[in-house]
């Protein structure tokens, strides 16, 4: 058989257990068909931030030796299987363990598959999948991100469903025998091992071909190499700003070059300038320093910088002015500031089709914390406390 390997691609603390029961019942599985299997949470390592993407990832081997072999890499080079268990990283990862923008199908195998929760379309993912010259396939496990975090475990069944798909695109990760068995010592519940079976059942896959995604080449750093490092303190502070307060420049604060943060996020704000009054409150409590200041004394979010995490709504005291919409609905990260400057009727079109395609509902109009959680987009189709396979089916 040689030796199968797979990632789960999460978002860091919200998603971990989640991502933990993926990777070790894989293994669970594998190794009760007399296989050696190794699941290992990379970044645990480092870390490990709300919202930034991390991975999961395991190695099936025949032999004990294999498994030591493959166990000293860092990480796999490349998967059979890629596990992504929010859509909006389709758009590309960074995370602390390196620097740029890696796309999400960096290590997946030519021919191997991409599994994603998501209630889009394939076709819709793969404008933001960064195209590369090898073909490989994507297959959709249906739902929005899904809460199982450190402290928490969201039964809604994701973790079975996207065992089942990943056995549907990889027979030789596991029987379905040795997977339901291992569902049920690692999981629990023969509700879960039916929702798997079901996937499995269900679970498609569309090849995409070399070429097909999106054209935008990741962005990179070139950073110092062990003979090229500086002596003394060799980590620059972040530059300064241009032009302060309600000067006429307006006021660009310093940002790391380095560390983007955009990939951390599921949704972003829309901002409605004309009903905006410039009560400053967005710019004051947004925690990561993303509003520049506008030579007009507008609030605008620079969209490399927002993580996402939804304060700035909750927080703005004029209804509607502040809107969190689902990350996947856009293709730009362009300044919404000079979009309505540049033409006021286009941005309300521009605002009014994103708002209608991806709005997020039922976020707490109050509080950061009902507002941070819901910056995973966690109030997502089945967010319930528990699931059935009859409502799975009805999503
Ligand atoms: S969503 Fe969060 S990080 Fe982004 S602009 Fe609003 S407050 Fe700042
Ligand atoms: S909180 Fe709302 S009204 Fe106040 S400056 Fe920000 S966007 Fe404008």
Redesign the pocket.
């Known amino acids: 058989m040689g030796i199968v390997s797979f990632e789960v691609i999460y978002r860091g603390i919200f998603q971990r257990q989640l991502a933990n029961k993926i990777s070790r019942t894989l293994i669970f599985a594998a190794v009760k068909e007399g296989k050696h299997g190794l699941s290992f949470g990379r970044y645990s390592d480092s870390p490990e931030r709300n919202g930034i993407p991390a991975k999961q990832f395991g190695y099936i081997t025949d032999t004990p030796e294999e498994l030591e072999e493959v166990s000293a890499q860092y990480e796999p080079k490349q998967v059979d299987v890629t596990i992504c268990v929010d859509d909006t990283m389709c758009k590309g990862i960074e995370s602390w363990a390196w620097y740029g923008l890696q796309p999400i199908v960096a290590v997946t195998k030519p021919g191997g598959t991409l599994i994603v929760t998501s209630n889009n379309s394939v076709a819709d993912l793969v404008t933001h999948i960064h195209r590369r010259d090898t073909p490989y396939n994507v297959s959709i496990v249906k739902g929005g991100p899904s809460f199982a975090g450190l402290w928490v475990y969201k039964d809604d069944g994701t973790d079975a469903r996207c065992l089942g798909a990943a056995l549907k695109a990889c027979p030789e990760l596991s029987s379905m025998a040795s997977l339901e068995a291992a569902i049920l010592e690692n999981i629990g519940g023969d509700h879960h091992v039916e929702a798997a079976r079901e996937s499995f059942e269900d679970a498609r896959s569309d090849e995409i071909k070399p070429g097909e995604g999106n054209t935008e080449v990741p962005f990179t750093f070139e950073l110092l190499g062990w003979d090229s490092m500086r002596p003394g303190v060799v980590i620059d502070a972040v530059g300064g700003h241009n032009g302060f307060g309600d000067s006429e420049d307006g006021y660009v604060p310093g940002r790391n070059p380095y560390f983007k943060k955009w990939s951390t996020r599921s949704m972003r704000p829309v901002?409605n300038f004309d009903?905006?009054?410039?009560?400053?409150?967005?710019?004051i409590a947004c925690p990561d320093t993303v509003f520049d200041v506008t030579p007009d004394n507008?609030?605008d979010p620079n969209m490399d910088a927002c993580c996402g995490c939804g304060v700035?709504e909750a927080?703005?005291?004029?209804p509607d002015?502040?809107t969190m919409v689902y990350e996947t609905v856009f293709e730009d990260r362009d300044s919404q500031y000079q979009m309505w400057k540049d033409d006021k009727d286009g941005f309300v079109k521009y605002m009014g089709d994103k708002l209608s395609k991806g709005k997020v509902e039922h976020r707490h109009p109050i509080t950061g914390l009902a507002g941070a959680f819901s910056g995973l987009g966690l109030e997502g189709a089945h967010n319930d406390s528990s699931f059935s396979t009859k409502s799975l089916k009805e999503l």
Do not use: A, G
């Open positions: 901002l009903t905006c009054t410039k009560c400053t409150l967005c710019w507008y609030y700035c927080i703005c005291p004029v002015c502040i």
